[in-house]
């Protein structure tokens, strides 16, 4: 079986797959990984360690790009995950259905249909995936399929209350009280913890999503937590997100700057607060959102829009999880009844890849 499992002469070569794309194979050199890109062309062969053997990318219409370590080694199947038949004449790749030339960028035999007739560049039955080919790939050789879409390139951007909307105050504006317990003055040579936007680049900086909890009124403002928290001493809101029991998200402290939210670890942590007591035993407030009793949880609204903020985290700056506070110790942030949530979105971001 092609793609499956194949004998030539007495070599034996099998193809694992998961979803129908192709992951790993194994013949008598051992187990290789292949990794894909988001039109599913093969761009990288590790060995069964995860040490990178070959690699090699493509132009626009599947023609290879040389780069070190390349070409691919080990596979035939490449561009959008389809057959290399012959390298001669700029390529023959089996597209299943028909055959396709990434030298002249077509099929080499007419479409049998045509599958959305009134898109005039359909109409040319020749053409690959609508000339297109960033966009969409082609498993079948019949239909073009969009890879953007479901695909971290159209994932919703959450609404968000931006800071002149919220009416913020800026960073280090309201003093902090007398005795206050904090101390976080703009950054300096000798206070390197203080305010400070990141110097390099925030994919590069940014990695994990650590969940707070604060206030046990739903109806506390962001503008009144602001307060509170640079009287207690942070030269601005501590955190980079809050998430109302309504799943409103507002701007904290700015992005591009490190927050104050787990001392110790605080570069690199983009810090979401949700606002509730998620510990056990509290009163019942029957004017919370959540007038559960004893032992309120994040509503269901604030954990939605927490993912939709992680998948658009992710998509700019590359997340590679979720933590609570008390992973990092010294607290019980974001309570107990809340852990289950975070529990599920460690989950949740970590399925994004
Ligand atoms: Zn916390």
Known sequence: MGGAYEVTGSAVKKYYSIAGMMVATQDASGLQYLLTDHLGSTVAVTNSSGTLTSQQRYLPFGAPRTIPN??????????????????????????????????????????????????????????????????????????????????????????????????????????????????????????????????????????????????DEESMSVKDLQRI??????????????????????????????????PGFNTGKIGILWVGDFSPGLEADPTALDPSGDDPSPTLNQINATKTLIVWLDDLYGIDGVAAHIDYGGTVCPGANAIPSVNQLKIFAQNLR
Not at 171 to 182: C, K, T, V, Y
Not at 230 to 252: A, C, K, S
């Open 70 to 215: 390349s070409p691919i080694l080990g596979t035939d199947f490449g561009y959008t995950g389809q057959r290399l038949l012959d390298s001669g004449m700029g390529g023959i790749m089996d597209y299943k259905a028909r055959f396709y030339s990434p030298c002249i960028m077509q099929f080499h035999q007419p479409d049998r249909l045509i599958p959305e007739p009134y898109n005039p560049q359909s109409l040319n039955r020749y053409s690959y995936v609508r000339n297109n080919p960033i966009r969409y790939n082609d498993p079948s050789g019949n239909v073009p399929i969009d890879c953007y879409d479901g695909s971290r390139y159209c994932r919703p951007t959450p609404k968000l209350v931006s800071r002149p909307e919220w009416g913020a105050s800026e960073p280090g504006s309201i003093e902090p009280l007398p005795n206050a317990p904090f101390d976080e003055p703009y950054y300096s040579v000798d206070r390197p913890d203080g305010y400070q936007p990141y110097s390099g680049s925030l994919e590069d900086t940014l990695d994990t999503i650590v969940i707070h909890h604060e206030g």
């Open 229 to 262: 928290e640079m009287e207690r001493g942070f030269y601005d809101l501590p955190y980079h997100f809050i998430v109302g029991q309504d799943g409103t998200i507002y701007e904290g402290r700015l992005i591009a700057v490190r927050g104050a939210h787990v």
